[in-house]
């Protein structure tokens, strides 16, 4: 159950957050694929595999995705990178797991 409390945390921390339009896409993906991660861990769970993921293992494809598509936008010419783009998408995770394990 504390894992559905956090998960609704995060997002209605990213709606109160005052950032760009576009930054806002970057969080929810951010948390998107946390909580993607988080549910997978659940659902493994439930059927009895003992998994490696919790709370702070899930970040890892958080930023993975976050710096990987900054990465991707820098490689190609239609495209604008911009670190704060990476930032928007792994901030509230990690901001969230931080406050969390605290």
Known sequence: MKKYIFIALLMVSALNASIGADKYKH???GIGIYAGCMLVDSILEGAGYDTMLNEKTCLIPVAVAGIGKEIYDS???????????AVATMAIPFVGVTLYSW
């Open 27 to 29: 969080a929810y993906v």
């Open 75 to 85: 490689q190609h010419a239609n495209h604008t990178s911009d670190a704060m783009d």
